[in-house]
């Protein structure tokens, strides 16, 4: 089986990235259906290939649908695509407070006069922030295909950050009973840890989507530290730079290289956080004309 990886190496509106990822689960989704209505016309090989996409969006805070208000349907992510003011946004609780930095996706007003847009998604957890010094990084993969339930990909998202931390030296990585990936500060890695990436995915029919969010610059904290990030109350975040990584010549590219071959050797590796399906033989890279057509 062969895996594409998409990466887009500019700072992109998040709604781009959210388009890409919603028409590559529909190939996936349409595939399925298909091939359960008529298997023989549409054989499981022909199916199309699993997708990552990396990028980084610029200033967003996105819901999970644990904070999803309640005039914003679980099924539809454009709630506020006709707002065209702070005010007028519907928000989660936790966004309440920082209405004022806010603007609507739809804003027409020059977006440099805001600090960040708000969008609602259908992936699991809470509230959480994306933009410029972080990289996020959406699997679209029929986990079926793969063999991969639903709890070991949590597990495969996060060892393969784990993996990527550790090829930079970092010790002290870890999981613990929250999802993302976590740091042990100080020295001999005791002490509270912090988090320096989130994790939070969507399922249908066994299709994942969303992904992982993480930091890699100092960049992305200020603005996690205006909420309390994916509910975790007294809970703080790092970034690979903030955990003694010189950064200064890592660029996104490098690190979503290095977790795409971690995610392939953790898949191919088979264990409680790979797959027991088909091996992940070639990696390939695509563009956006690729998706969009």
């Known amino acids: 089986m062969r895996l594409a990886h998409l990466h887009i190496p500019n700072i992109i509106p998040f709604r781009q ?36 996409l990396t990028f980084t969006p610029r200033p967003v805070y996105t819901t999970g649908r644990r904070d999803l208000p309640a005039s914003c349907s679980p099924n539809d992510e454009s709630s506020n695509t006709f707002a065209t003011k702070a005010s007028d946004l519907s928000l989660p609780t936790p966004l ?3 209405r004022n930095i806010l603007t609507p996706t739809s804003s027409p007003t020059n ?4 600090l960040a847009e708000y969008y609602p998604t259908l992936r699991g957890g809470q509230t959480t922030y994306h933009g410029p010094g972080q990289l996020v990084i959406y699997t679209i993969l029929d986990l079926r295909a793969l063999r991969i339930g639903p709890r070991c990909h949590i597990r495969l998202l996060e060892n393969s950050v784990l993996d990527v931390l550790k090829g930079f030296g970092v010790k002290g990585g870890t999981t613990t009973e929250d ?12 002490g509270i840890p912090r988090k320096v990436a989130a994790v ?17 610059t100092e960049e992305p904290l200020w603005y996690l530290r205006q ?18 990584v010189n950064v200064g010549d890592v660029t996104m590219e490098e690190v979503s290289t290095r977790f795409v071959q971690a995610f392939v050797d953790r898949v191919n590796s088979g264990g409680p ?3 027991q399906g088909p091996r992940l033989d070639e990696v390939y890279r695509i563009q956006e004309d690729d998706v969009l057509g």
């Open 17 to 52: 990235a959210s388009l890409l990822q919603q028409i590559l689960v529909s190939r996936l989704l349409t595939h399925k259906r298909k091939q359960s209505d008529s298997p023989a016309l549409f054989p499981p090989t022909s199916a199309p290939d699993p997708t990552i």
């Open 96 to 98: 309440e407070p920082i």
């Open 111 to 114: 977006a440099a006069q805001h």
């Open 179 to 190: 999802p993302g990936v976590w740091v042990k500060p100080g020295a001999g890695n005791s």
């Open 200 to 216: 939070g995915v969507h399922l249908r029919r066994f299709v994942s989507s969303y992904g992982v969010g993480f930091c890699i």
């Open 227 to 244: 909420i309390v990030a994916c509910g975790l109350e007294g809970k703080e975040s790092t970034s690979l730079e903030g955990v003694g």
């Open 273 to 275: 956080s790979g797959g």
